[in-house]
């Protein structure tokens, strides 16, 4: 079940599109309607049915900068929870399209791992660039599953200095 590079540009996009879902959700139904898609998403391409996820969030800090649980997860992109009260919903923020960039890519068999920076342009037309890290692995019945999501700004360096 050795892992392609297509599959982790389809991995990618379906994550893209999985945040534009959740925010459309939020948009139309609430928030109860976001979790909903935002569980589902969970569900179906990350691994948490395979024991903890390695996922550091952007916008995470403190004693809740790491999210290895399907609910802190959650919390991260829909917000509006009381065990993460600083979790504003990343998800929710009106997302309307998603672009990767790849910088590197590493793949030896059922493992791989993906670097390289993610645009979100939401519905203003703002355009927000992240730095990624995504693991994955296949699961038993061959789904690629991500076991390793680092994100975080890239770095702006003090004005003066070079």
């Known amino acids: 079940m050795t892992i392609t590079e297509e599959e982790i540009h389809q991995a990618l996009a379906t994550w893209g599109n999985g945040k534009i ?6 948009e ?6 976001a979790r909903k898609v935002a569980s589902a998403n969970l569900d179906s391409y990350y691994g948490y049915n395979l024991g903890p996820v390695l996922f550091k969030p952007t916008m995470a800090s ?26 504003n919903g990343f998800a929710i923020m009106g997302w309307r ?7 590197a890519m590493f793949i030896q068999g059922d493992i791989a ?11 203003d037309g703002s355009v927000t660039t992240v730095d990624k890290s995504f693991g994955y692995k296949k699961d038993e019945t061959g789904t690629l599953r991500i076991v390793l999501h680092h994100s975080s ?3 702006q ?3 003066g200095t070079s």
Not at 114 to 123: E, Y
């Open 21 to 26: 879902a959740i925010s459309k959700a939020f």
């Open 28 to 33: 139309d139904g609430g928030i109860e309607a």
């Open 62 to 87: 403190g004693e809740q900068t790491f999210r290895p649980t399907k609910p802190g997860a959650l919390a991260y992109f829909c917000g509006h929870s009381d065990e993460y009260p600083l979790d």
């Open 97 to 103: 399209a998603c672009e990767h960039v790849t910088s």
């Open 113 to 123: 791992m993906w670097m390289g920076w993610i645009r979100l342009t939401n519905k």
């Open 153 to 155: 700004l890239p770095y």
């Open 157 to 159: 360096p003090p004005v």
